[in-house]
């Protein structure tokens, strides 16, 4: 129960890792400020958190909107009184084509929300962590270690997320508020269990040989899965990393060393 009676509050709510965060959050005994574009989604995690004995609130809210985010902020004052800890895990995914070719415009839709709503949700949360001595957690990535090809915008958004996080670390820790980043690698869900399958299908081989092909190259030889993402963000918001601020915890089952 590193969270008994926390108020976190999470930003980009759907069915992977935003919703094992949520859960993972509940489990340690936070009660939680769900956050997401779709109304559907909040539900469904907030069933999930609830059947846990804890308590959710829903804001359906794009936070690339000022007003939008403010409702986020001011929604969980009003129904708690308090905030203890800022996930930002909403996420787009850029455009995934070379630098010398990428659209400039989609590239600055994906800093919009990457980087420029993490920073608007945490301005507009940081009176409210301030009176409680709270964290800011900002979901970042692997991205980060390497330079593969129609990567790049993916990796200028994230490479950027992280250089926020550091200077709001030393811009926010005389107000007592923690903030530190989790770079997760793979993540053994949805949406890269489709993409195993497809790759599967291309060769006309089974999905567990493409499974096992890359957790050779990774020291665990597994795929961290969401659930183990969201261990790290719990351990972040808790007290147990009370003396932890403006680092990145990579969470990739050592698949890159930093």
């Known amino acids: 129960m590193l969270l008994r009676d926390k108020v976190i509050v999470v ?7 935003g919703r094992s965060i949520a859960v993972q959050c509940a489990k340690a005994g936070a009660d939680l400020v ?67 070719d990428v659209d400039l415009d989609a590239v600055r839709a ?30 970042n990535s692997a991205v980060l270690r390497h330079s593969r090809r129609t990567f790049g915008a993916y990796k200028m958004a994230k490479s950027s997320l992280l250089s926020l996080a550091q200077s709001l670390s030393t811009e926010l820790g005389p107000r007592g508020i923690r903030v530190n980043s989790v770079a997760p690698g793979y993540i053994w869900a949805g949406s890269l269990k489709w993409y195993f399958s497809s790759l599967a299908r291309e060769r006309g081989v089974d999905p567990q040989q493409v499974y096992a092909e890359t957790a050779a190259t990774i020291d665990l030889r597994k795929l961290p899965e969401p659930d183990e993402i969201a261990d790290a963000v719990v351990f972040l918001a808790s007290p147990l990393a009370r003396a932890i601020t403006g680092q990145c915890l990579d969470v990739n089952g050592g698949e890159y060393h930093h």
């Open 11 to 17: 930003s980009g709510v759907g069915p992977g890792l």
């Open 110 to 139: 994906g800093f919009e929300t990457n980087v420029l709503a993490a920073l608007r949700l945490t301005r507009l949360c940081t009176p409210a962590l301030a009176e409680t001595g709270g964290a800011v957690v900002m979901i």
């Open 34 to 100: 769900l956050a997401a574009r779709t109304e559907k989604r909040l539900g469904e995690v907030a069933k999930e958190v609830t059947e846990l004995g804890r308590r959710a609130v829903t804001v359906r809210a794009d936070i690339t909107d000022d007003d939008s985010a403010r409702r986020v902020a001011e929604t969980t004052v009003d129904a708690y009184g308090r905030m203890d800890a800022l996930v930002n895990n909403a996420f787009a995914i850029p455009p995934m084509t070379d630098l010398l």
